[in-house]
């Protein structure tokens, strides 16, 4: 049950895109519309808005926001209509990338995307060219601290039905299926185990390098440009980034 994490690999850069509070709220609330519309509005029986509604307070939105976002999605307060998108490409020296969005407005995003990948010497591509170079994992991050006990934690991750464990210097890293993500997350929880990062993502099974220092460059101007896109959920990349980058 260990292994390299490539989750820690993509997400190095998350605390930087955090500190943009706002926009990522903004973000959060529009997911969990989008939700709440496909699945309904009680978290017991909508996978989707459990995930949201738990990735949401894990970044400390107020719950104000998560309330009025889940009464637009039922239709109590008005609010704009979004639209599901993954957009696939490839980035400098193809590098795969995935970009998932919400919009309201998909002639707008489509060119918004289309226009970051050509800008940093990338190529937006046709849906699945880089899909099939990810698998759909559920990620539980558990910071560590002196009160955790890493054999215990690993014993409960697996009883709880988890599918890997990763130890870290600072974290604890769980991957489920997406279809266990919420027992798995649900019996750690219960456990007392606190999460900084929980949500079903998308991992890289093969990692691509950069060598030269300008494609390096572009790569992290074309994540940059995306990830400060409204409409943009999530990026997801294969780009195995230098450790004097992270």
């Not at 940093?120 to 955790?148: H, P, Q, W």
């Amino acid at each position: 049950m260990a292994g390299h994490s490539k989750w820690a690999n993509i997400k190095h850069r998350k605390g930087r895109q955090d500190a943009k509070k706002a926009k990522v709220f903004t973000k959060l609330a529009r997911a969990i519309t989008v939700a709440v519309k496909e699945g309904g509005d009680d978290p017991e029986y909508n996978a989707e808005l459990s995930n949201s509604i738990e990735k949401a307070k894990a970044e400390n939105m107020p719950n104000d926001n998560i309330d009025r976002a889940i009464k637009k999605g039922s239709g109590d307060l008005d609010g704009a209509s979004y639209e599901e998108i993954t957009y696939e490409g490839y980035g400098p020296n193809g590098v795969a990338v995935m970009v998932q969005c919400l919009t309201d407005n998909k002639n707008r995003t489509a060119a918004d995307i289309r226009h970051y990948f050509s800008k940093y010497n990338g190529n937006l591509g046709a849906t699945g060219c880089v899909s099939f170079m990810f698998d759909r994992k559920g990620i539980l991050i558990i910071d560590r601290n002196e009160d955790i006990d890493e054999e215990e934690i690993m014993l409960n991750s697996i009883e709880a039905g988890a599918e890997d464990f990763v130890a870290e210097d600072e974290y604890f890293e769980i991957t489920t299926s997406p279809e266990d993500f919420k027992d798995v997350r649900e019996s750690l929880k219960s456990e007392g185990y606190k999460f900084s990062t929980a949500e079903v993502s998308f991992i890289p099974q093969t990692q691509t390098k950069l060598e030269e220092s300008k494609d390096m460059k572009n790569m992290e101007k074309l994540i940059d440009a995306i990830e400060d896109n409204d409409d943009v959920q999530e990026v997801y990349h294969n780009w195995e980034i230098p450790e004097e980058m992270e």
